[in-house]
């Protein structure tokens, strides 16, 4: 039987459009793959990325020797390289780490301790209230009481301090709207603030203590 009729029907046309298309799907998504499996910041099932591995190593040459990180490695000797925004940004890592699967891989001890060193109750405190400061001689409050919280989560830390003396000054600082207001933001007063109630709200709910709003 002759299969010169067929190769030049319309029928065979379809056919090989058909058959050259599955071919370039199968060629492109193979291209796909590769290409999201190098850099895709978040790992695949059973994958690497390359990227992440990078991601992996910048984050690990910042942290210093006494367990913040920094954004700058070059400067671990100068004094100005501990400052207020050294307890977020190794939240910020510590976040990015644990997504990577490579929190094995920091210096844990140090940080924890780092955290705890600032772990302490307001001046004017009354009662059972303890919460965090982002420095030894800076206040406590609530953003700074989050990233700390936040951190000692993450390295299944929290069992080292009193979470009800923290939840305590978290919902110290509630208002009568619902709001919470932060010492932290001295411009705005005792006045509810998204930023504020949104720290406040993150933090009870990292203490598992968020059922205590609705007491």
Request: charged fraction near 20%; aromatic fraction near 10%.
């Amino acid at each position: 039987m002759s299969l010169g009729p067929f190769f030049k029907s319309k029928r065979s046309i379809l056919f090989w459009i058909a058959l050259i298309s599955a071919v370039l799907s199968i060629f492109f998504y193979q291209k796909y793959s590769q290409l999201d499996s190098h850099y895709s910041i978040l790992p695949q099932p059973g994958k690497t990325p390359s990227y992440a591995e990078d991601t992996n190593r910048l984050l690990l040459k910042r942290q210093h020797p006494e367990g913040f990180f920094v954004n700058n490695p070059d400067l671990f000797a100068e004094p100005s390289v501990l400052n207020l925004e050294s307890l977020r940004l190794s939240r910020y890592a510590v976040d990015t780490l644990n997504l990577l699967g490579a929190l094995d891989n920091i210096d844990r001890e140090n940080l924890i301790q780092f955290v705890l060193k600032n772990h302490k109750a307001p001046s004017n405190a009354i009662g059972n209230l303890k919460g965090f400061s982002a420095l030894p001689n800076s206040i406590v409050n609530i953003r700074a009481t989050m990233d700390s919280v936040m951190i000692l989560k993450q390295l299944n830390a929290l069992d080292r301090v009193d979470t009800d003396a923290i939840a305590n000054l978290i919902l110290a600082y509630q208002n009568e709207d619902g709001g919470f207001w932060d010492p932290g933001y001295s411009e705005f007063g005792q006045r509810s603030t998204v930023q504020a109630t949104s720290f406040a709200i993150r933090t009870l709910l990292h203490l598992d203590k968020i059922k205590l709003l609705n007491k």
